[in-house]
């Protein structure tokens, strides 16, 4: 009969489990192993080539001296601006801003599984941060200026802190985390920090022995302190709260019309954003971990019944659909969107297979221990191999998207386009913060400027205004010089250069 000190499935909630070691070995070097895996991954696979997308230019381009700051719209918050602060407001490198946000999401990995340490065992954790960091979007987002990875680490660290706060009211660092890490999900995108305060509270008030106000305190707290500035700027820029949420409604295309679900099985094959996702399903075998993930999810939800920790895993899934569920009912999708999902039901999966392992190491029958380690290798390795081809698609994607750019102010510079100057049009904020210029728009989501106004501003600086393939010179730029530029059959109209007296 197995010992229940080697099932790494029973090991208790105060003493890691083993990996391969002696009983009681040491939590940390595991998960910073992981950890730094992860990070290293990013360097090599990730960071050389890439160029900043369209909303990674929005973000970073707020604390850039360099450029002036692209329009920013009703529903984005600053979190992710604070994050990239220390690096952008000193250089304009991008290399240097993806090795900073690497380094940054490898700590974020490493403090959102230690927070579970007390609650599950070594190896579930381990397991749950490679199949999380080892997905495509994971890697791919991990060091780009964008908030949803963020979301998932704030996610998985207050559904962590809230257990333990909850089981011991005595865990005075559990509550700390709460707030603080609530906080910090309020900041990166208050919408989904709502989703994630709202099933911790109902869980709180729901169980008779989890009814702590202090808990309730902290998940408030939480929320008020990391949402004050998203508040503030409401009234500010947006005439009030209200008129910033109605706003923010419209540009992310309201709730409710449609249900998303095969879209973001189509983005899987590696779009970065589906919109509208109208698009042919290519490559189903990109979403075969996509449709095992809620089988996964109910094997690691049995194997927590049987060991008594049914609440630690039923908690992180509930806060995993309230997290997930309002993205599956936009009319588009972006494979970002479900990260905090995806951390969250790690843990889940990772219990499932180490439960299965477990298992499968008990049996009494060698090459029955064999065939079923042979097979989750091999399952394993082909997850991880559709998972590496469809990153290199992206980032190969990425470099070209940035060469292109390059190639088009390098036509902008010649015909005469420099600081200081404004960009309309086409692929906009992009073009202009890498040319050093403004990014105006005369009209949808970020329009800022009016056609008025830009030909007066066209009168003491260079006005360039990026045209789509057949679309028609505007009215008010007619009789502009219009030259062809070098990427995806965009042109572009050119202002008369401002006289000598123009300030």
């Known amino acids: 009969m197995r010992s229940a000190r080697l099932d790494p499935v029973r090991a ?8 391969g070691r002696a009983p009681g070995a040491p939590v940390l070097p595991w998960l910073a192993a992981v950890a730094t895996a ?14 900043l997308g369209w909303d990674e230019t929005v973000y970073v381009s707020q604390v850039g001296p360099r450029t002036p700051a692209a329009f920013f719209s009703a529903p984005r918050a600053r979190g992710v601006t604070l994050l990239v602060a220390p690096v952008a407001a000193l250089t304009a490198s991008v290399t240097a801003l993806r090795v900073w946000l690497a380094a940054l999401s490898g700590c974020g990995l490493l403090l959102s599984l230690w927070v579970w340490r007390r609650l599950l065992p070594l190896p579930v954790l381990v397991a749950a941060g490679v199949l999380f960091s080892g997905l495509w979007i994971t890697l791919f987002y ?24 909850v089981r011991d009211g005595s865990d005075r660092r559990a509550l700390a985390g709460l707030l603080l890490a609530v906080a910090f999900t309020a900041l990166m995108r208050p919408g989904d920090a709502l ?7 109902a869980a709180a008030l729901c169980v008779r022995a989890w009814r702590r106000p202090a808990v309730l305190l902290a998940l408030v ?9 998203w508040v503030i700027e409401a009234y500010v820029r947006y005439g009030g709260l209200a008129a910033r949420l109605h ?23 590696g779009r970065s954003l589906c919109r509208p996702c109208d698009v042919p399903w290519r490559h189903p075998v990109t979403a075969a971990w996509w449709f095992a993930l809620p089988v996964l999810t109910a094997g690691g939800l049995v194997a927590a019944a049987r060991v008594c920790r049914l609440t630690v895993v039923a908690l992180p899934v509930l806060v995993a659909g309230c997290l997930a569920v309002p993205y599956m009912l936009l009319d588009y999708a972006a494979p970002r969107f479900l990260l905090p999902a995806y951390a969250l039901l790690a843990l889940p999966v990772g219990l499932c297979m180490t439960a299965a392992a ?24 082909a997850h991880f191999a559709v998972q590496y081809t469809v990153l290199q698609r992206m980032v190969a994607r990425s470099a070209h998207t940035r060469d292109a750019v390059g190639r088009v102010i390098a036509e ?35 329009g800022s400027i009016t056609p008025e106004q830009l030909l007066r501003t066209a009168g003491r600086m260079p006005v360039a205004v990026v045209l789509g393939e057949g679309r028609a010179v505007p009215s008010y730029a007619r009789g502009w010089r219009v030259k062809p530029l070098p990427w995806q059959g965009l042109r572009v109209a050119l202002s008369p250069r401002p006289g000598p007296d123009a300030r």
Do not use: K
């Open 12 to 19: 208790g909630p105060e003493r890691p489990a083993r990996v």
């Open 38 to 51: 992860y990070a290293v991954a990013q360097l090599v696979l990730v960071v050389p080539g890439t160029g």
């Open 142 to 165: 991990g060091p780009q200026a964008m908030p949803n990875l963020w979301v998932a680490y704030g996610a998985l660290c207050a559904t962590g802190c809230f257990l333990r706060a």
């Open 195 to 201: 989703a994630l305060v709202l099933p911790l509270a």
């Open 221 to 229: 707290a939480g929320t008020v302190l990391g949402g004050a500035e």
């Open 247 to 269: 706003r923010a409604e419209e540009i992310q295309g309201g709730w409710g019309g449609h249900l998303a679900l095969d879209d973001h099985v189509r983005a899987l094959e």
């Open 358 to 381: 477990s298992r499968a190491r008990g049996s009494g029958e060698a090459r029955m221990r064999a065939l079923g380690a042979v097979a989750l290798a091999l399952a394993l390795l």
């Open 412 to 446: 902008l510079r010649r015909q005469g386009v420099r600081p200081p100057c404004v960009v309309s049009g086409e692929e906009a904020v992009r073009i202009a913060y890498r040319a050093g210029c403004s990014s105006r728009q005369t009209s949808g989501h970020d």
